[in-house]
Every structure is written in structure tokens, then in C-alpha cells.
């Protein structure tokens, strides 16, 4: 909860107004350019990421929008459903599982681990008119953990900061998988936005289609980003956004040189860049939706992406990165740290 019930508020600079949406406790970090609205009651959600001059927001809201997980029972619970059965769109942390269900040490994790279902608690650090700072943590209900994140934005500011640390609260050697489920599309993604990462990167692709009616990339070989071969034996640039209806596709990026990105729709003249720690997240996981899914849980009603910074890869589960190697290694009581940030571009980027 917050630090004082009739704590000073105001509606200038930068602020924080602390509010209660669908019985979830939602806290808003604002400012003249940004209000990023994070859902505390479900895994810290950022369910808002509003650029205010233009009224764009930059986070993709799924079509069921945001549900209370405690109102509402699946009707059929299975490990996809855990996930996407309460997946509100916009940007989730994913920690200790990513992708599909997996299992470690005992432990079953369904769809993208623990912690984007689990409620966290919640600090505020700072208040004042130049900078305003909250601390969000939670502990693990299947593996020891303790993860804890402060989001920081100044007056003025068009970015946002996110400083964490990763706890191993036992005496067990642990190994897990650590992410930012980033997700992008209407109002601001489009036909024709533009994706640019670090000169040098590599692409691997899913090892399968996403979609039983094809793929957009073909499997097999590894590229240089961002011309891929085709299934249909053309080249395809997956730095610009094609057109609806193509294939669904999920690539792998690696090799970065550092840690970022950058989102740009030339029509709107607004981009987007992520920048962070490589040490932690050295891969770029990049999710491609446009339409073409005529299944559970699309149905052909949405265009979006995922550009999602990752400690891990494949999307196979924990099981599967211990095996590669690409899971994170967390010795007993070690506390791993983390940062990113998150600007809104204002004239492009790319």
C-alpha cells in the first residue's frame, strides 16, 4: 500500500495518483508528457503508457481488456489459460518461466511462469514535484524468490526508469528465466512502422510455425538482421511492419552490441526506444501478430508486436533453457540487478 492515507496530493509536475480499477489497486506515475498506469493486483502491469501531448498510448490492450483474476474462473483451467485467460494486452514482467509451460525442480509453471498473476506490494519512495519514484515487490509462490523494481520518472521527462534486483532467498543453487513482455499496437502501430536494433544482430527463428496455416519466416538457418528469408522463398525485411493478414511469426535476436531498440510510425512521426541491461537480457524476443491467427485467443482481431527483452530463449519454457544453457543462474542468497528505460520518441527515432 501506499505510505499515507491522506497523503499531499497534486496536479503539476511530476505526481503519482494511486486509484482502484475492476477491484485492483492501479497506481499512476504522471507527468507533463507521460502517465504510465501500472496494475498492482496483477503482476505490476503497465496497462497505460500514454504520450499525453498527442494522447497516443503505446501499449496494445488485448480485446477482453483488463479482468480481475479473483472474479473470474476459467472455464476450462489448463496452462495456456492460466496466462491468457487474464492477459490484458500492454507490458507484463515474466519471471520464472517465459513461453510455454515448463517445469523445474518440481515445480510446473504454466504460460510465462508466476509472477504477471501474482499480486505485489507497493512502496511510494519519492513525491515531490521534480521526481516521483515507487517500489513494487513480490516474493514467488513456487520458487525462492524475491523480485523488486522502483520505477522512477522526473519532471519533464519523456522516459520512464525501472531499477530491479532479483533475490534467491534459499540455500539452493537456482536457474530461471527473466523478461519484459513489451507489446505494442493500436493506437500506434501500424502498416509500415519501422523496427531498428543494434548493427550486427543475428536472427533465429522459432524452431516451428506459430500458425498451423504458415509461416512468415523459414526455419532452419540463422540470419542477419533484418533481411530473413521467406517461406515462400522471398526475402523479407523484418524491420518494417508488413501489411495485415500476414503470418504470425516469433524470431529470436542475439548478437546485440548493446541493449536496445527503437519503434517508429513514420505517419505519426512517434517512436518508442527501450534501452537496458545486457548482462541480464541479452536476447530480443520479437513477437509478430497481424491479423492472420483465426484461433484461441486471437481470432483475427488484432495487429500487434512484441519486442521483449529476455534472459532466455527459446520460447519452449525453463525446462528447455537449463538444457541450452540460456537460463539465468542465480547462486543461493545472490542478488542479481537490472535496469531499463522506457522514452517515447517524439519526433520518430529511426
Keep these: 500500500m501506499g505510505d499515507e492515507k491522506h497523503r499531499k496530493q497534486r496536479n503539476w509536475g511530476a505526481r503519482i495518483l494511486e486509484y482502484e480499477h475492476k477491484g485492483m489497486q492501479v497506481v499512476f506515475l504522471e507527468n507533463e508528457k507521460l502517465r504510465v498506469g501500472v496494475l498492482v493486483d496483477k503482476g505490476t502491469d503497465v496497462i497505460e503508457f500514454n504520450h499525453k501531448p498527442t494522447d497516443t498510448d503505446f501499449v496494445w490492450l488485448a480485446p477482453g481488456g483488463v479482468r480481475n483474476p479473483t472474479s473470474y474462473l476459467s472455464t476450462a483451467p489448463d496452462p495456456l489459460a492460466t496466462f491468457l485467460d487474464y492477459y490484458p494486452g500492454g507490458w507484463q514482467e515474466i519471471f520464472p518461466n517465459g513461453g510455454a509451460p515448463s517445469s523445474y525442480l518440481g515445480a510446473r509453471f504454466g504460460q510465462h511462469g508466476e509472477v504477471s ?28 524468490f524475491l523480485l523488486q523494481k522502483t520505477l522512477r520518472l522526473r519532471s519533464g521527462d519523456s522516459g520512464i526508469r525501472f531499477e530491479e534486483t532479483l533475490t534467491n532467498e534459499s540455500a539452493v543453487h537456482m536457474r530461471a528465466m527473466w523478461g519484459h513482455h513489451i507489446v505494442f499496437g493500436r493506437p500506434f502501430l501500424e502498416e ?7 548493427e550486427g544482430a543475428t536472427v533465429v527463428p522459432h524452431e516451428g510455425p506459430i500458425d498451423p496455416d504458415g ?26 511492419l508488413p501489411a495485415w493478414g500476414t503470418p504470425s511469426e516469433i524470431v529470436y535476436i542475439k548478437d546485440l552490441s548493446e541493449g536496445w531498440y527503437e519503434i517508429d510510425n513514420p505517419k505519426k512521426d512517434l517512436g518508442f526506444r527501450v534501452e537496458w541491461d545486457l548482462r541480464q537480457m541479452p536476447y530480443l524476443w520479437f513477437w509478430q501478430e497481424f491479423g492472420a491467427s483465426r484461433f484461441y485467443p486471437w481470432y483475427g482481431r488484432n495487429y500487434n508486436v512484441g519486442l521483449e527483452p529476455f534472459s532466455s530463449f527459446p520460447t519452449n519454457g525453463i525446462e528447455e533453457a537449463v538444457e541450452n544453457d540460456s537460463a539465468l543462474s542465480v547462486g543461493p542468497s545472490e542478488t542479481l540487478r537490472f535496469a531499463l528505460r522506457a522514452e517515447v520518441l517524439e519526433e520518430g527515432g529511426v
Design 192 to 198: 509500415g512502422c519501422r523496427v531498428r536494433v543494434p
Design 117 to 144: 498473476n501474482l499480486p505485489w506490494d507497493y512502496h511510494i519512495v519519492e513525491d515531490g514535484e521534480q521526481s516521483v519514484a515507487v517500489r513494487f515487490s513480490v516474493r514467488t509462490q513456487k520458487t525462492p
Design 215 to 240: 509461416r512468415r519466416v523459414r526455419g532452419g538457418d540463422n540470419y542477419s538482421w533484418p533481411v530473413v528469408a521467406g517461406e515462400s522463398g522471398a526475402e523479407v525485411d523484418l524491420s518494417v
